[in-house]
């Protein structure tokens, strides 16, 4: 993977999609640490005050053509259950390092939860409840008191476990409809028919939380700007606070991975003119751009996390799939996108009974976290206050990003009339998102990506 700095001689243009860049550094660059640090030193020194909290259900029904997440299909042999047990073991060790310096009272609180997967809603509602009372009673977290983000599916979005989030706080809902014609769902491996898509949304939005958010993707095969505007109006005619437009990937060790597809370059060239008019559609809808992927509706209340809060410092994650960050090192456990790896992952963490260590991960040293506070600040679209980076490193993107920041400039990436003081990306930047990313990744983390081995 290389990333040329300059535009100066014959590099090619770069392509718009490399990667998703929703967490940096990436787990394909995390190792097993040696020394396996406890977690009650490496939170120690760290604010406490405002975490986040990040549960992960690593379990679907079925899996998506495009889905390289953490998650396995099906639980046999009350599978649920020990993982369950496996969660609130992990909890407890995690609260306990939390307060092994004597903080007590406010000194540990949250500011913000989310339930992941996999599919969390995969659950029954009395497991939710159970996963409820582990973020509540062990990590100390008030879900009714603070923002709580929950993903579900057409198929698991019942009325008995939407009762039971609505009930617990949650305030927002974000479902995976991905497309509302048949056929490209079944092109995506992601069978389901719209009259059960629509009666889903119709649950979600008789339970009153107040923010729904409705995933939708471009770029199937067969998909075309009529069929698009299809899935949009659909989605739009729920008024759903939020949308994310995603572009189609087709990556390795996913059942579409193993796919011809288009060429690439006709393939870009459509997945961009879907993203353009999908964009436009929502701008003239009402809609504000969050970000390349992320719009919300410009009365909408926010009380869901915005595309850049899986990047803040001071994130708890528990569960096997899970990320939790410090201010210098992120970690987690082994990472799998073959279904033989990802079962063997959860039947391990299952069984296992000391949390207390970090296994996986990778530091963050002061070269990572400026690049990292750089993606997560210029891919949105309001941009980045530069005080605020020079109140945290002391310097400016411009000195330490100077052929990075000239290339994107060169590009046309970077919006030129911003402003003093503001450092943002324009139109074709935010379209980009995909391609300025990655090259904005350090050689040490591209390195370890690349001699990363799927499994």
Same mark, same amino acid.
């Given at each position: 993977?290389t990333?040329?700095t300059?535009?100066? =001689?014959?590099?090619p243009?770069?392509?718009p999609?490399?990667?998703?860049v929703?967490?940096?550094?990436h787990?394909?660059?995390y190792?097993p640490?040696?020394?396996r640090p406890a977690l009650s030193?490496l939170w120690?020194?760290?604010?406490k005050?405002?975490?986040? /909290?990040?549960l992960?259900?690593?379990f679907c029904?079925v899996?998506?053509?495009f889905?390289?997440? %953490?998650?396995r299909i ?6 649920t259950t @020990?993982y369950?047990?496996a969660?609130?073991r992990q909890?407890?060790a ?6 092994a ?11 913000a939860?989310?339930f992941?997967? =996999?599919?969390p809603?995969? /659950? ?6 159970? +996963?409820?009372? #582990?973020a509540e009673?062990?990590m100390?977290? !008030?879900l009714?008191? $603070?923002?709580?983000?929950?993903e ?7 009325a008995d476990r ?7 706080g ?9 497309s %509302? ?6 092109a995506?491996? @992601?069978?389901?028919?719209?009259s059960?898509?629509?009666a889903?949304?119709?649950r979600i939005?008789d ?6 958010? #409705? ?7 067969g ?5 698009w505007?299809?899935?949009?109006d659909?989605a739009l005619?729920? @008024? ?5 437009l ?6 390795p060790l996913t059942p579409?991975?193993r796919r011809?597809h288009?060429?690439e370059?006709g393939?870009d060239?459509? @997945?961009l003119?879907?993203?353009r008019r999908?964009r ?5 809808e ?7 992927r992320?719009?919300r509706r410009?009365?909408a209340?926010?009380?869901?996390? !915005? ?5 803040t410092d001071?994130?708890i994650?528990?569960g096997?799939g899970?990320?939790?960050y410090?201010s210098?090192?992120?970690?987690? %456990?082994? &990472?799998a ?5 990802i079962?063997?992952?959860i039947d391990d &963490?299952? *069984?296992t009974e !000391? ?5 996986v991960?990778r ?6 976290a400026r690049?990292r506070h750089?993606?997560q600040s /210029?891919?949105?679209?309001q941009?980045m206050a530069l005080e605020e ?5 002391g310097?400016l993107?411009?000195?330490d990003f100077?052929?990075?920041l000239? *290339? %994107?400039a060169? /590009?046309g990436w +970077? ?5 003093p003081?503001?450092l943002?990306?324009?139109?074709e930047?935010?379209a980009?998102?995909d391609?300025?990313g990655?090259a904005?990744f350090s050689?040490? $983390?591209?390195?370890?990506m690349?001699?990363y081995?799927?499994?």
């Amino acid at each position: 993977m290389t990333h040329p700095t300059s535009t100066t =001689g014959t590099a090619p243009r770069p392509r718009p999609y490399e990667s998703y860049v929703y967490a940096y550094p990436h787990k394909t660059a995390y190792r097993p640490l040696a020394d396996r640090p406890a977690l009650s030193g490496l939170w120690a020194g760290e604010r406490k005050d405002a975490l986040s /909290l990040y549960l992960h259900i690593p379990f679907c029904e079925v899996r998506c053509g495009f889905c390289n997440l %953490f998650t396995r299909i099906g639980v046999p042999d009350e599978l649920t259950t @020990r993982y369950l047990d496996a969660l609130d073991r992990q909890a407890t060790a995690v609260a306990d390092a939390l307060h092994a310096d004597g903080t007590t009272g406010t000194g540990v609180s949250f500011a913000a939860a989310a339930f992941g997967g =996999g599919t969390p809603t995969f /659950l029954t509602a009395g497991e939710l409840e159970r +996963l409820c009372d #582990i973020a509540e009673k062990r990590m100390g977290a !008030d879900l009714r008191a $603070v923002p709580l983000s929950v993903e579900t599916s057409p198929s698991t979005a019942t009325a008995d476990r939407l009762a039971v989030l609505a009930e617990r706080g949650a305030t927002r809902l974000s479902i995976g409809v991905q497309s %509302f014609v048949e056929e490209e769902a079944r092109a995506a491996v @992601r069978p389901q028919h719209r009259s059960d898509v629509e009666a889903a949304l119709g649950r979600i939005r008789d339970t009153r939380i107040p923010v729904l958010n #409705i995933d939708l993707i471009y770029g199937i095969d067969g998909q075309t700007p009529e069929s698009w505007r299809l899935s949009l109006d659909a989605a739009l005619a729920w @008024r759903p606070e939020e949308l994310y437009l995603y572009p189609l990937y087709a990556r390795p060790l996913t059942p579409l991975g193993r796919r011809a597809h288009p060429g690439e370059a006709g393939w870009d060239a459509q @997945r961009l003119d879907l993203y353009r008019r999908g964009r436009d559609h929502l701008l003239a809808e009402g809609y504000e751009q969050v970000s390349m992927r992320m719009f919300r509706r410009r009365d909408a209340p926010h009380e869901g996390a !915005d595309d850049y809060a899986c990047q803040t410092d001071g994130m708890i994650g528990l569960g096997c799939g899970a990320r939790s960050y410090t201010s210098e090192l992120h970690y987690s %456990f082994d &990472y799998a996108v073959g279904m033989r790896e990802i079962r063997n992952i959860i039947d391990d &963490y299952t *069984r296992t009974e !000391d949390f207390s260590r970090a296994e996986v991960g990778r530091a963050v040293d002061l070269d990572e976290a400026r690049r990292r506070h750089l993606l997560q600040s /210029l891919l949105q679209a309001q941009g980045m206050a530069l005080e605020e980076y020079r109140a945290r490193f002391g310097s400016l993107p411009a000195d330490d990003f100077p052929a990075e920041l000239d *290339r %994107f400039a060169g /590009l046309g990436w +970077l919006d030129a009339g911003a402003g003093p003081g503001l450092l943002r990306l324009s139109p074709e930047g935010l379209a980009h998102s995909d391609a300025l990313g990655p090259a904005l990744f350090s050689p040490a $983390v591209r390195a370890a990506m690349a001699a990363y081995e799927p499994k």
